[in-house]
């Protein structure tokens, strides 16, 4: 037994720790091919903790922890007690990647470099797989409906890392088409997508990538980027936003037809708020206040579709404020660490940073807190700025190199 603890240990901490990866490409290849790998990935990986040697800072540990802690406290008042124990056991095993992510860094230098190679493959074969399927349900399908038959949710957080492999690619001889090959790909997934909130995702994306990894100047990115994505956004907008039921508007109606109802449901979270405000209806449990989530004539969605007001009414103030402590502590420090380490340094962080500017960005718009992109691939990049962190302090305390 020890000698095959000993063995799946040392897989884990090779490769397979790089699991979080290919979840992408299994998340388009159907539910099932997902959990099934997640919870491969979180058994394997808690297995082979043990013994393994581990230094986690107080501070994340005890955030990370108050985390967890603050979304179980919403389970005991639950409508549906079940059902909120699933979601936190959901939540749990999705975020136990933060701890196994951290850990694997800490096995070796070299292991960044890995995770951001092993991002940009994964985001290339996410880019096959997602044309085959295009053509699979072009070609099978009777009704195209690209809002709920494609799947561009984790193209802007992975585009960082596409770019950061393409410009480590050793010939440069057609260096630029295969920029412009790669951007027009994802660019026009997402606009056949009509996903406006990764197209948004995208202009954060490649704008904080250009600032913070290339060293561009902000200024001079902002307004390309923002007429950019305006004329985008305006485009999907005119094409895929209902004609207005009467000549005469209030700003309220118009915001709400463009924002396809988002606003109307942010609204109504606060008009009919969960009967207890400081732990929430529980995690899942938002399905049913129906009144909250149905939007006239198109009937009850499932989520808020935003991270915060999702949070709130599901984990109340204590989930909301362990969240955003949490999220704040990870990206001050970030940038922190970015603006006062070395060239290197700082395009690590630069690339980490851009990516979570992009999942924080969609989440405002449509992914749950629950969901794979924050519970998952965003646990994965607060791991590797963590562990920048700490090589940073490590440098500074090194004699002779301050």
């Known amino acids: 037994m020890v000698v095959l603890h000993r063995r799946l240990q040392h897989a884990f901490f090779s490769w397979g720790w790089l699991l979080p990866t290919v979840l992408p490409i299994a998340q388009v290849l159907g539910r099932a091919v997902f959990s099934i790998l997640i919870v491969l990935y979180f058994l394997w990986g808690t297995l082979s903790l043990y013994g393994r040697q581990k230094s986690i800072e107080r501070p994340v540990l005890g955030l990370f922890i108050g985390l967890l802690l603050a979304f179980l406290m919403s389970v005991p008042g639950a409508e549906d007690v079940g059902r909120a124990w699933h979601k936190w056991l959901k939540y749990l095993v999705y975020s136990m990647s933060f701890v196994f992510t951290l850990v694997a860094l800490q096995q070796g230098q070299e292991n960044f470099e890995r995770l951001c190679r092993a991002f940009a493959l994964g985001g290339v074969g996410l880019l096959v797989v997602l044309y085959l399927h295009l053509a699979y349900v072009l070609w099978s399908s009777a009704e195209f409906d690209p809002a709920q038959q494609l799947k561009e949710d984790n193209l802007p957080f992975l585009l960082p890392f596409l770019l950061h492999g393409l410009l480590r690619v050793e010939s440069r001889k057609y260096l630029a088409l295969l920029g412009v090959a790669l951007l027009s790909s994802v660019l026009f997934y997402t606009v056949l997508s009509e996903g406006r909130a990764a197209l948004l995702a995208l202009a954060v994306a490649l704008v904080c990538y250009g600032a913070l990894v290339m060293g561009w100047r902000l200024r001079s990115l902002l307004l390309p980027a923002m007429l950019a994505a305006v004329a985008l956004l305006g485009m999907m907008t005119v094409i895929h936003v209902e004609s207005p039921e009467k000549d005469k508007e209030t700003w309220t109606e118009i915001v709400d037809r463009i924002s396809s109802g988002r606003t109307v449901l942010w609204r109504q979270a606060f008009v009919y708020p969960p009967e207890s405000v400081i732990t929430g209806a529980g995690m899942g449990n938002a399905r049913y206040a129906e009144e909250a989530l149905t939007i006239g004539e198109r009937g009850q969605v499932r989520h808020f579709h935003n991270l915060f007001i999702d949070a709130w009414y599901e984990t109340g103030l204590l989930g909301l404020a362990a969240m955003t402590g949490w999220l704040l502590f990870m990206l001050f420090r970030a940038w922190r660490d970015w603006r006062k380490s070395a060239a290197e340094n700082r395009r690590q962080i630069g690339l980490l940073l851009s990516a979570s500017a992009a999942i924080l960005t969609a989440a405002q718009l449509g992914p749950s807190y629950a969901s794979s992109l ?29």
């Not at 691939?377 to 940073?392: E, P, Q, S, W």
């Open 374 to 402: 924050i519970s998952v691939y965003l646990m994965v990049l607060f791991a590797a700025l963590t562990d920048c962190h700490g090589k940073i302090q490590r440098t500074l305390l090194t004699p002779g190199r301050r």
